[in-house]
């Protein structure tokens, strides 16, 4: 098989879903690889380092697998021809026009961000690597952004002490985000609403708190947390400012796979910091946790700076594409059989789960949701699983590895 990878067009992505390390290992396994040239040019990959291990530049939409980041726009839909297979980035559950034109391109596509969280497949979690960026980012950002040290000092001139930061949500991304700004020596809090997490928070340094707000555990099938009621997320909102107002920065990166961010940030909670003090908020792209966030841009209110970084990954290319390259390796090693040759087997839980669009039609169960249409009835297309959000993750009545060992 001719596997292709063309040049990012969206604005601002620097990413590249192939390094030379990758590209190596596939020619050893028969693959033929082709790159767009200056591909991997932003994330420091010139075209020659691909050369050296046997990658000729071409047509970044020619393979019979095409391998991207972002999601396709409507013109590079238009650059694939039928029955190709295309991997990458799809938003299967927030862009449903794009899972519509894939489908009518008659494009077998697979989305990274449908791949089961399974054990199996972990190496291919490209949601968890990009997060691990993110949450990274997220930390210097927060340390840049402030005008003070995280740190405590004792110095000649007096003691400073640490800066108090806040971490709202600790899923992979806070996860990291936890350990960077506590490397840097803040004092670190932080919560969630699974309370599975407590341990892995405090296992990092970081204190967990407790809101007294009546809610029990809020983790749903699949290891993610469910969309709080209403009345819920009121009662947090209103605990959670008195928190935030004794912080010096939060980083805020609560979510609900395929919903709006959660509003966890109001604005009286701004109003109650220090003022200097920062909010960072990871969840810009889907709505914002906090009420005055800008996504892709840095606003000053009530004397806070709230930062809504878009895309973050992108911000930080070189490990970035290397950990999604390596991920993307890991998926297609589950579709190259002998002599390099292209085989798709959608009785695999990985193939099946990944797969958004295939034969003409939408086979993915939360993207089939989100546009409007049925998944194939069973014979007719594989029954899709994967994510398609909280209450779609595990098939009925099949018990799914992902109870086997979630992982954080
Ligand atoms: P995510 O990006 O979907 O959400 C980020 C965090 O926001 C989560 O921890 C979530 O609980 C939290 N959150 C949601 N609503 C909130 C609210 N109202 N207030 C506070 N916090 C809120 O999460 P993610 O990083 O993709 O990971 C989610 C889950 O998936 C975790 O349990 C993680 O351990 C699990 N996971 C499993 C695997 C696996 O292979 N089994 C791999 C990666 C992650």
Redesign the pocket.
Known sequence: MKLSVPKEASEGERRVALVPEVAKKLSAQDVEVVLESGAGEAAHLPDRLFEEVGVSLGEGFSGDVVAKVAPPTAEEIGRLSEGTVLIGFLQPLTAPDTAKALADAGLTSFAMEAIP???R??SM?A??SQ?TVSGYRAGLILAQELGRFLPMLSTAAGTIRPAKVLV???????LQAIATARRIGAALHA????SA?KEQIESLGAKFVELDIGLEDAEAAG???RE?TDEE?QR?REALADVIGGMDGVIS?????GRKA?L?IIEDAVKQMKPGSVIVDLAAETGGNCELTKAGETVVEHDVKIVGPVNLPASMPDHASQLYAKNVQSLLDLMIGDEGALELDFDDEIIAGACITRDGEIVHEGAAKAAGTEVPKKGEAHEAQGDGGPESREPEGKESE?EE????
């Open positions: 969280r399974i054990s497949a972990q979690d949601l968890s997060a709202l949500g600790a899923g992979v991304a806070g919560f969630d609403v699974r997490v290891g993610y947390a709080l997320q947090q990166t609560a979510a609900v796979p959660p966890l992902a060992a979630p992982r954080s």
